[in-house]
Structures are given as structure tokens and as C-alpha cells.
């Protein structure tokens, strides 16, 4: 029963729960075994990643926005053509550290947790054509001067209006439920999009879904294509404002995202959308404060 309970703890939670001093009622080993958690993790500290893996992942990085039907074969020939004698071995655990997997159909192509629930996608051929009608989220790598970091944002289909967004230097869970939460006090969407990655599968993120009273569906494994308006904020992002701006830590990279966010909301217009910004749209408010008509 207790495991049942820690089971969607993530490892940095399990490693921060243990109590080591003397004189404890339980041992050390006793309550790694409780928690399902091996004793060598404990104890591990995580290699830092090198500078040449930096490198070749800001790269990689590059070319999978280009081409994000790149798969690990590919990327290692095209880097290789750009003078980086590299292996696949070296490139797939690169390429699943930065969480990027090809948008074409193929076998294990979504890196998700086997005991976590995964629900069905609830949008093919689905009109939008409202506001909260379907919010989705993602995450993608963002790279820095100094080291890189993971972003996280919610944006809704309809308005493609951000709703939240945040950074993180971890892959856990954890930012992506602080940033589904904020997004919740702005509204509520009908149906929830996300990917099976295992963030999005945790029962920390699908809880809070759950208790909003909100549907879930989720993208088809190696289909990225299924939450198309999130792929494209990410390319936008990247080559508008990251490898324009060259952040060096993540405090400039969340100034510099707030003011390419806001712009994005508020000042950027969309043909899509009839040349209206996404702030509007979704408000229902111009930004002169005249109400629109009702989409």
C-alpha cells in the first residue's frame, strides 16, 4: 500500500525523503526498499554533462526544429557532414535526454513510464472553433551559454493564445504541473492535449485534470503532428527569439521568454485568427479595450 502511495514520486522526491541520521526506527535500506528506490541512486551523483555534449546537443537541437522527422540514424550522418565523428549510441541518448523523438510512426518513439495510464486522442477530425475548446501542452529543449534548460507552455487551439508557460533544468514533472496549474486560473479547457510523455502520464499532472473535471486525450505515439500548434510555437520560439538572443542562464532566458511571450500574446497578429493578436481572441477584448464580436 505504502509503495501504491510513493509510486509517482519522482526520484530527486524519493532521494529527499530518506532520513539518514543514527537511531533511526527504520534503516536506510528498509526505506529505499519502501519507497522502490536502489540503494546505488541514493548515493549517485550525476555526472555533469560535458562540454562537447553541450555542443553537439545545441546542434541537434537546430536540426531536429529544421527537420523534426530526423531520426537517429540521419542526425548522426548530419553530423557527421559537419565535422563530428559521432555513433548512434551517442546520439540516441543525447536525443532522449533532450526528449526529441521523430514525428513519424514507429515503435517505442514516446519515451513514457509503461505504468502510467495513456489516453486515447480525441481530436482527429475535430472542428475548433471556440475558446477552452482544447488547451495542449509540450516540452522542448532550450539551449544556453551555460548548460540548457527544458520548456514547458499551454497554449489554447483555437486563440493560440500562451496561456502559461515555464523553465526547468530537470525532465521531472514537477514544472509542468506548477505551469498547468497557473494556466487553471485563467480558465478551463474542455479537452486537454498532451503527448504520452511521462510527465504528462504522472499522476501528479493527470490528478490535477482529473479534480478540474477536464478530458484528457493524448497524441499518438511518434505523432507529433497531433499537437501541431505546439510544434509550431516552438519553432517560433527558437528562431525568433533563442538563437537570435543567445540566453547564458535560465533567469535571462525566463526575462528574455516574458518579453517574447507577451509580445507574442499581445502585439503579434495572426492571419489565422483574421489579423487579430491571440490576446484578443481569447479575452474577447481588442487591445484598446473594444469588445469583439464573439468567435
Not at 158 to 184: G, P, Q
Not at 189 to 218: R, Y
Amino acid at each position: 500500500m505504502v509503495k501504491k502511495k510513493v509510486g509517482c514520486l519522482t526520484l530527486d522526491k524519493k532521494r529527499a525523503i530518506i532520513e539518514r541520521e543514527e537511531n533511526m526506527a527504520l534503516s536506510v535500506r528498509h526505506q529505499c526498499e519502501l519507497l522502490g528506490l536502489n540503494r546505488s541512486t541514493l548515493y549517485y551523483e550525476p555526472v555533469p554533462i560535458s562540454e562537447s555534449d553541450i555542443r553537439l546537443m545545441n546542434i541537434i537541437d537546430e536540426l531536429f526544429t529544421k527537420r523534426p522527422s530526423l531520426g537517429v540514424r540521419q542526425m548522426m550522418w548530419r553530423l557527421r557532414d559537419r565535422g563530428f565523428w559521432v555513433g548512434k549510441k551517442r546520439v540516441r541518448t543525447l536525443m532522449r535526454r533532450m526528449g526529441l523523438f521523430p514525428i513519424f510512426p514507429k515503435k517505442n518513439t514516446s519515451k513514457r513510464n509503461p505504468q502510467h495510464p495513456v489516453y486515447p486522442y480525441l481530436l482527429r477530425d475535430v472542428t475548433i472553433d471556440r475558446v477552452n475548446q482544447v488547451w495542449s501542452t509540450d516540452i522542448t529543449y532550450i539551449r544556453l551559454g551555460k548548460g540548457f534548460a527544458y520548456l514547458t507552455a499551454i497554449i489554447d487551439w483555437h486563440s493560440r493564445y500562451v496561456i502559461a508557460w515555464r523553465l526547468s533544468n530537470t525532465l521531472t514533472a514537477d514544472f509542468c504541473v506548477e505551469c498547468l496549474k497557473e494556466a487553471l486560473e485563467y480558465g478551463k479547457p474542455e479537452v486537454f492535449n498532451t503527448d504520452q510523455g511521462c510527465q504528462f502520464t504522472s499522476a501528479e499532472f493527470i490528478k490535477v485534470l482529473e479534480e478540474a473535471k477536464i478530458t484528457i486525450s493524448m497524441d499518438g505515439k511518434g505523432r507529433a503532428i497531433d499537437n501541431i500548434f505546439v510544434e509550431r510555437l516552438w519553432r517560433t520560439v527558437k528562431y525568433e527569439d533563442i538563437y537570435i538572443k543567445h540566453y547564458q542562464t535560465i533567469p535571462e532566458a525566463n526575462e528574455g521568454l516574458k518579453e517574447f511571450f507577451d509580445d507574442y500574446n499581445m502585439e503579434r497578429r495572426h492571419s489565422s485568427l483574421g489579423y487579430k493578436t491571440p490576446w484578443s481572441v481569447f479575452s474577447g477584448v481588442d487591445l484598446k479595450g473594444w469588445m469583439l464580436a464573439a468567435p
